[in-house]
């Protein structure tokens, strides 16, 4: 089936546990009994995790900047676990993206190896070095309130003729003049806001779906996130959170036949605890009424590995992608947006998103 070649625009959490994963499945081959473990699909449109490659990668912090790519997925302030510390050498060095609005002001409050430093480094053209490198598609790993830059990367596809995969709640693939762009040049685009593998909206949109499915009304629901991370670090600005809050609420939203009442529902980033690192802890609680309008509530705490969490999910996007390049499929792939993402431009059931994909994957949904 040939390699899937890709970029990364942004070396952090997020592209660190990919590396380390592409790698590890790679290693594992195709007879170890683990070889499926964590992954949705080993095989996916005749694709393996061990085709994918990585040929440009961009950022802004001076640690990155041009060290090679698999150095710059360990450097600071990157705090995920390790879990494969060999990465290949993809001979691809981290080169200086635009800075925009990707580096919070906040930050600079905080010490260096907890945040973005930034490189003094010229830009690159970023659409002239996709097109250098024969990349198939980009990934976008913005800081969340990123909006400019978002949009940076996302053009600089069109420009390159190339996929992009957009995991921040930015909302690209999710707005219809973008989505119309993208579908002129028969270029396509996933998105927006990935999904974890099993993280706290997944769960939360499964247990609001089983409330509606067995007869429950919802009546108000919360989720906190806390964790120690970049993301959180940068998510203490509370004006850049207005499309991530959005994002995580409409994702929820969508499974009710009639969505909440804003002051009954609260989802969202709640704080920075620097000792959590890249765990992710949160904090559910849902209340509602059964028979004989009876109370009752649910409450859950989830704790996880934040990036390592939506890299699976990721190695999926990254081959229905290259699907759609194949198939010369342009535009939105729905399929592969309403169960890869938050904020796709259109909303499904978990369980009718997954037939959708295994439908695309088949051959059946395609535009």
């Known amino acids: 089936m ?30 170890h009994p683990d070889r499926s473990l964590g992954l949705m699909h080993y095989e996916l449109g005749g694709y393996r995790p ?57 930050m600079k409050d905080y010490p260096e190896d907890r945040r973005f430093v930034v490189s003094d480094k010229k830009a690159v053209h970023v659409a002239l070095v996709l097109k250098r490198s024969g990349a198939d ?27 992009f995969i957009n995991c921040v709640p930015v909302f690209i693939a999710s707005d219809k003049n973008w989505a119309r762009r993208f579908e002129e040049r028969r270029i396509p685009v996933i998105g927006d806001d990935i999904k974890s593998q099993l993280g706290a909206t997944i ?27 970049t993301d959180f670090l940068n998510m203490l600005n509370q004006s850049r959170l207005k499309s991530k809050k959005i994002s995580k609420t409409e994702a929820v939203q969508s499974q009710l036949h009639k969505p909440l009442l804003n002051e009954n529902i609260h989802i ?68 592969p947006s309403s169960y890869f993402m938050k904020h796709p431009i259109q909303q499904f059931s978990d369980e009718d998103a997954r037939d959708m994909v295994e439908e695309f994957i088949a051959g059946k949904r395609e535009k």
């Not at 590396?19 to 007879?31: I, N, T």
């Not at 598609?137 to 996929?163: F, N, Q, S």
């Not at 769960?203 to 991370?229: A, C, P, W």
Request: some cysteine; overall charge positive.
């Open 203 to 229: 769960i939360h949109r499964m247990l609001t779906r089983l409330f509606e499915d067995r007869g429950v009304k919802l009546d108000s629901t919360y989720q906190l996130n806390v964790g120690g991370n």
């Open 137 to 163: 598609m980009l990934i976008c790993y913005m800081p969340v309130g990123a909006e400019r830059a978002t949009a940076y990367y996302a053009d600089a596809c069109l420009k390159a003729g190339i996929g």
């Open 50 to 106: 061990s085709d994918i490659e990585f040929v440009a990668a961009f950022d802004i912090d001076k640690r990155k900047v041009g060290r090679p790519l698999r150095e710059a997925a360990f450097a600071k302030p990157n705090c995920t676990k390790v879990f494969n510390p060999r990465i290949p050498d993809y001979s691809v060095k981290v080169q200086m993206g635009e800075v925009l609005d990707g580096v919070a002001s906040h």
């Open 268 to 335: 969202g980033p709640s704080d920075y605890v620097p000792w959590l690192y890249d765990n992710k802890v949160c904090f559910l609680r849902m209340e509602g009424r059964g028979f004989g309008n009876i109370p009752m509530n649910i409450e859950l705490r989830l704790s996880v590995e934040d990036s390592p969490n939506s890299a699976g999910v990721v190695v999926d996007a990254l081959r229905c992608c290259k699907i759609g390049l194949d198939r010369k499929v342009g535009g939105v792939l729905i399929s």
């Open 2 to 31: 040939g390699k899937i070649r890709v970029a990364i625009a942004g070396i952090g959490n997020c592209a660190s546990s990919l590396l380390q994963g592409v790698a590890h499945y790679k290693r594992l081959g195709d007879r």
